[in-house]
């Protein structure tokens, strides 16, 4: 297999068969499942900081992308700067990522309960509570994590620079 078919090969929709049966072969053989979510417009050194420490609390890393419709929901119509394909296809370029997996909703919910993870992470500006999934974790025995942001790092900060302002 080329190595961009092995990249989009780790994209995938809540739905997909192949995805289902990678979660089974996951669980199967006991592997640790941490999950992530955001919009990733923009990756930038913040990005990748986060999504490596999540990496290193488990064994497979799941990152939840927001579909472009739902990126404009939460962002604005000038959102997202790039692509739902194009923001996939760099996060599953990474190494230490296993899987993206696209949702549409305002959030991952329904893709936490399809996944049922060990570990669910967001960033440190968030109380264990307050995080999307919160109880569908915690109710199996998982933990929820949260990891602080590296400092000067945002998509927002990068498009302000972009801009001039």
Known sequence: MKKLETIKSRIFTRNDE??????????????????TNGCFDILHLGHI???AKA??????LIIGLNTDES?????????????????????SSLSFVDAVVFFGEETPYELI????????????DYKPEDIVGFD??????????????????????????ILGK
């Open 18 to 35: 192949n995805f289902s049966r990678l979660l089974v072969q996951w669980k199967s053989t006991n592997r640790k499942i941490v999950f």
């Open 49 to 51: 900081d986060y999504l």
């Open 71 to 91: 990126v404009r929901k939460l962002k604005g119509s000038n959102r997202p700067i790039q692509d739902e394909i194009s923001r996939a296809i760099i996060l």
């Open 113 to 124: 309960k399809t996944i049922q993870p060990d570990i669910l992470v967001k960033g440190a």
């Open 136 to 161: 569908i974790v915690t109710a199996k025995g998982g933990e929820v994590v949260m990891i602080e942001y590296l400092n000067g790092y945002s998509t927002t900060a990068i498009e302000k620079k």
């Open 55 to 60: 990496s290193e609390l488990g064994e497979v």
